[in-house]
């Protein structure tokens, strides 16, 4: 097409017409800048669709993550839960002075004692951050609520740390020292990790008479018994806040699923 107005421009031009030859030059010009307009266009098209197959993967993965959270999260509220009630029954039990139901309270130590920590599968996140991609995502809401809630989990972190400092002076120093289990087995005795630390209730009747007296001490402890109240409320905190994340992830999932959709 260049060439035909290329040699039309070359005759009107060797035959004086220079009014025509413009209008010829000009059109010519034209039609390379609409070719180059187009070529441009279907270039960033081109990007535009890498790139919303690139924010599509990010959005199922980011959705992914949140789904085993929601379950990470539900198993962690009742966990916590029960370890709430067990701290109400331990504290009811060390009012009460009656140390006489040794497994139950052997069950309820334990119940306390476990520390279990939510970790959120932010691997999607933080490539995204880490790699500058977090542009990708063109829905600003996502992005925010992305953000939102990464800053939520930095702050439960901290308020967890504290918490298990707390737990370290007031719960398992003082269980340390006034429960010495090992003197209730030999290794040769012990059949899996939990019964090297906590007696069962095989080892419990067996060993009732000197059970008794560490369960009376640790429960007589006031340092314990103070650090049971701290558990009991912290505990009940991290319930609210894990809570709220959970409606979080769960608002966040479904906007997620529409844009996807």
């Known amino acids: 097409m260049i060439k035909f107005f290329r040699k039309i421009r070359y005759q ?22 609409i070719g180059i307009l187009i070529a441009l266009s279907i270039n960033n098209w081109n990007e535009g669709r890498k790139l919303r197959i690139i924010e599509h993967k990010y959005l199922s993965n980011l959705k992914y993550d949140l789904d085993n959270d929601s379950i990470s999260l539900v198993d962690m509220i009742d966990k916590r839960t029960r370890k709430v009630k067990a ?19 052997d069950s309820l130590i334990l119940e306390v004692a476990i520390w279990w920590e939510f970790i959120p599968n932010d691997n999607t996140l ?29 702050q439960i972190v901290i308020e967890r740390n504290h918490m298990r400092r ?7 120093d003082p269980l340390v020292s006034e429960i010495s289990f090992l003197q209730t087995k030999t290794p040769s005795s012990i059949k ?15 060993n009732s008479d000197l059970l008794k007296i560490k369960y009376t001490n640790l429960l007589n402890n006031s340092v314990f018994v103070n650090g049971l109240g701290f558990a009991g409320g912290n505990n009940a905190f ?9 409606k979080d992830i769960t608002a966040l999932d479904n906007i997620i699923e529409d844009h996807i959709n």
């Open 12 to 33: 009107l031009l060797g035959e004086g017409k220079t009014g025509k030859y413009l209008k010829y030059a000009i059109g010519e010009i034209v039609l390379v800048v």
């Open 238 to 246: 991290l319930i609210d806040r894990y809570e709220q994340m959970l």
């Open 126 to 154: 933080q490539e995204l951050v880490s790699s500058g991609s977090l542009n990708i995502i063109q829905d600003e809401n996502i992005k925010n609520q992305l953000l939102r809630l990464s800053n939520n989990y930095d």
């Open 192 to 206: 899996n990790n939990w019964d090297w630390f906590y007696a069962n209730k095989e080892v419990v009747n067996k």
């Open 87 to 105: 701290i109400k029954q331990l504290i009811s039990i060390a009012e009460s002075k009656k140390i006489d139901n040794l497994v139950k309270i």
């Open 166 to 172: 707390e737990y370290d002076s007031y719960i398992y």
